[in-house]
T-cell receptor, first 113, second 113 residues
Framework: DTGVSQDPRHKITKRGQNVTFRCDPI?????LYWYRQTLGQGPEFLTY????????KSRLLSDRFSAERPKGSFSTLEIQRTEQGDSAMYLC???????????FGQGTRLTVV | GESVGLHLPTLSVQEGDNSIINCAYS??????FIWYKQESGKGPQFIID?????DKRQGQRVTVLLNKTVKHLSLQIAATQPGDSAVYFC????????????FGIGTKLQVIP
């Protein structure tokens, strides 16, 4: 499968715990994006990387959230001290430059209990 | 599994009929627009895009129309099939490419066999 891969697909965690998600983009894509989607809503932009550089962060990305793309390939999104309001689908997408459409992964469904 | 289409506007069409899904966008500076299809439990899937220097673009069974005067997009699906049942999102971006993309409110398309 050469699409965008996200791991895990589902995560249930207790409030206050830290969680980390991984995204493997399409191999030649230099741009990588993280979105969050809650039930009944469209995806909301969180942040994006061009290669290893994080170029934009949404105000939605509180200081409990951190994203990295250390070698310009895979990316991780960490949420510290999770809250129930963090429960959502976290989507990763990648694209080649800024001119093409982005391809989305299947998402990681986070449930904070 | 969970439905991404809860509480969304719903369009019901008979199989074989044409579907028209409408979207109003908010940013007059947006110059790139994309339609995505999202099936339950999956990430959004690119359908078709259009740049602001065009008012119509056709794909396979799909046509996107752009009216910049009233900031309106529509997606037309010809000969709608059961596999077209999903939630459809329009998305807008500025800067001429795919950078931060803002998704609109989705529309759930139900195809009646």
């Amino acid at each position: 499968d050469t699409g965008v891969s996200q791991d895990p697909r589902h995560k249930i965690t207790k409030r206050g715990q830290n969680v980390t998600f991984r995204c493997d983009p399409i191999s030649e894509h230099n741009r990588l994006y993280w979105y969050r989607q809650t039930l009944g809503q469209g995806p909301e932009f969180l942040t994006y990387f061009q290669n290893e550089a994080q170029l934009e962060k949404s105000r939605l990305l509180s200081d409990r959230f951190s994203a990295e793309r250390p070698k310009g390939s895979f990316s991780t999104l960490e949420i510290q001290r999770t809250e129930q309001g963090d429960s959502a689908m976290y989507l990763c997408a990648s694209s080649l430059g800024g001119q093409g459409m982005a391809f989305f992964g299947q998402g990681t469904r986070l449930t904070v209990v | 599994g969970e439905s991404v289409g809860l509480h969304l506007p719903t369009l019901s069409v008979q199989e074989g009929d044409n579907s028209i899904i409408n979207c109003a966008y908010s940013n007059s500076a947006s110059d790139y627009f994309i339609w995505y299809k999202q099936e339950s439990g999956k990430g959004p899937q690119f359908i078709i895009d259009i740049r602001s220097n065009m008012d119509k673009r056709q794909g396979q069974r799909v046509t996107v129309l752009l009216n910049k005067t009233v900031k309106h997009l529509s997606l037309q699906i010809a000969a709608t099939q059961p596999g077209d049942s999903a939630v459809y999102f329009c998305a807008e971006s500025y800067s001429g490419g795919y950078q931060k993309v803002t998704f609109g409110i989705g529309t759930k398309l139900q195809v009646i066999p």
